[in-house]
């Protein structure tokens, strides 16, 4: 089965979601976007899918861009941005899709600065809705599209949000938060226990891991359908 | 009366210094034509608010027209990267940046919206947000806990692209709506740039998809191509050339020429300048 790196982290966070889900993504966000598509149409999963351009269980011919007028292909009504932060405020989010420039070893996610916050060295994007999504709403999924030592870190230099982070996926892991720290869960095909080490800013103690179930035909049959541009290659 | 007038004199009606919100979202339905004609006025010390900002932000950041922005992210989606303009004009300290969730932005907008000096909002546990910024807390008069207390957003003009207006001031989005509605209602003035002029009897056909009610603006630009070179919904989409272009731009001699390519592209398209 040839699939990308991408592919797999798709299929990771897609297996995460559960019947009854409502889910969300914000802008910048292909790999997630893909994931809950998936877990719908491949999985059957009953999620409700809203995404920020105010689609409600859209059907977008997947772009780049997360945020534009395709991610309304298939409503029926409008959900914006706003309404679902107040969704989520409310308690009624129960998945969300966010990502960081770095993430630390308690799972925390920094987006906003590397060095002083008024001074800073390099200036990053800004954590968008993360800060108030993060501790609001049920189990947060984390991607990154890369995985080396300055990614994922022993502490973040600012803590842009941090809250109900379950699980971080990057292209050779996935790691499940456990009493407040994450831990390694699986290690994908394609990668190892020592490039995992290597490439971690935090002690990964050395034992067996499993190893991350790779794509199935019928979930790549479907990806190619879901995504047949490859905007999810795009993030790594 | 008309409220029709060209995007210069439009333009000319913000002033140094003025708090300036900015619709649409990242590359999608933002008012370049507007953000480019301010830089190429030379305006300066402009407090830009936006949820999420690319290209616009980076362009007036470029121009050295921004003393601050209040927002949520300001880069580019994928394949863009990041603002660099931005970036740079923030580490070195010309821009401040004053970081929100972009919800706070929103709740600091819902506050001017109801006349009130700030709103409580759940969220932002555990986040250095809240001392970066100062924000402060207050108890629950009726009961348990502490929420932060983000003070109200009261921008001195929106400036808001949308696909059909009518001379009265009366706006149609097309497409996602982002925060554009909200930001009319929080601001004191409204500018609206438009694919399209329509007639009034267009809106009081269908009043009930009416976006921006038409009291609330002051002035209306016709600006085929206003949100170019992002997309606008059910017109045009992202032209990456356009936009790699801007972002390999050095110096201000080159900022200058792309300026005027911009306004001559949509001058060429209709613009009344």
Redesign the interface.
């Known amino acids: 089965m040839q699939y990308t790196i991408a592919d797999q982290m798709v299929v990771c966070l897609a297996r995460e979601l559960r019947d009854g889900d409502t889910a969300f993504h ?3 966000s ?1 790999i997630p976007a893909a994931a809950i598509l998936l877990a719908q149409k491949a999985h059957g999963r009953a999620v409700t899918y809203v995404n ?3 689609g409600v269980n859209a059907s977008p011919r997947l772009a ?6 395709n ?2 292909d298939g409503t029926a009504s ?1 959900f ?3 309404d679902i ?1 107040d969704l ?2 409310r308690g009624g989010l129960s998945v969300a899709f966010l990502s960081g420039v770095q993430i630390d070893r308690r799972g ?1 996610i920094n987006s ?1 600065v590397i060095g002083e ?20 709403c049920g189990r947060v999924l984390v991607w990154r599209g890369k995985h080396n030592t300055k990614a994922l870190v022993e502490e973040v230099d ?6 109900n982070i379950d699980v971080v996926v990057t292209p050779l892991c996935v790691f499940r938060r456990v009493d407040g720290e994450l831990q390694l869960e699986s290690i994908h095909a394609t990668s190892s226990l020592a490039e995992v080490q290597e490439n971690t800013g935090f002690p990964i103690p050395t034992r067996e891991y499993p190893v991350t179930p790779p794509p199935t035909a019928e979930e790549m049959a479907w990806l190619e359908r879901i995504d047949p541009d490859r ?1 999810r290659d ?2 790594l | 009366m008309s409220k029709l007038t060209t995007l210069q004199e439009a333009m000319g009606r913000v002033n140094d210094g003025d708090t300036v919100a900015l619709g649409g979202n990242v590359l999608h339905r933002a008012p370049m034509a507007a953000a480019a004609e301010l830089a190429r006025q030379g305006r300066r010390g402009l407090h830009l608010v936006k949820t999420a900002g690319a290209m616009d932000v980076d362009l007036l950041c470029a121009a050295g027209a921004v003393a601050s922005v209040t927002f949520g992210y300001i880069a580019y989606e994928p394949p863009y990267g990041l603002c660099q303009f931005f970036r740079r004009a923030v580490q070195e300290g010309r821009v401040e940046a004053r970081e929100n969730a972009c919800y706070t932005v929103i709740m600091g907008l819902r506050a001017a919206v109801y006349g009130l000096p700030f709103l409580p909002v759940r969220g932002l546990d555990g986040s250095d947000l809240i001392a970066a910024r100062g924000f402060k807390k207050v108890a629950n008069p009726y009961g348990e806990g502490e929420f932060v207390a983000i003070p109200a957003i009261r921008p001195d003009v929106a400036i808001l692209h949308v696909q059909e207006a009518d001379e009265l001031g009366n706006g149609r989005i097309g497409g996602p709506k982002y925060e554009d509605a909200l930001m009319a209602k929080a601001a004191r003035r409204v500018i609206l740039t438009a694919e399209r002029i329509v007639e009034t009897a267009r809106f009081e056909a269908e009043p009930d998809r009416t976006d921006i009610p038409g009291f609330l603006v002051e002035a209306v630009v016709h600006a085929p191509g206003g949100a170019a070179p992002g997309s606008c919904a059910g017109h045009y989409g992202i032209d990456d050339a356009q936009v790699r272009a801007f972002q390999a731009v050095t110096g201000p001699e080159e900022l200058g020429r792309y300026l005027e390519q911009m306004a001559a592209r949509t001058a060429h398209e209709g613009v009344s300048r």
């Open positions: 914000g802008v910048a292909p920020i351009a105010g780049p861009s997360t945020d534009g007028p991610m309304l409008l914006g941005l706003t932060f989520s405020m925390r906003s916050f008024d001074r800073p060295k390099v200036r990053l994007p800004g954590g968008a809705g993360s800060a108030v999504i993060a501790p609001t600012f803590v842009s949000a941090t809250g905007a795009q993030e």
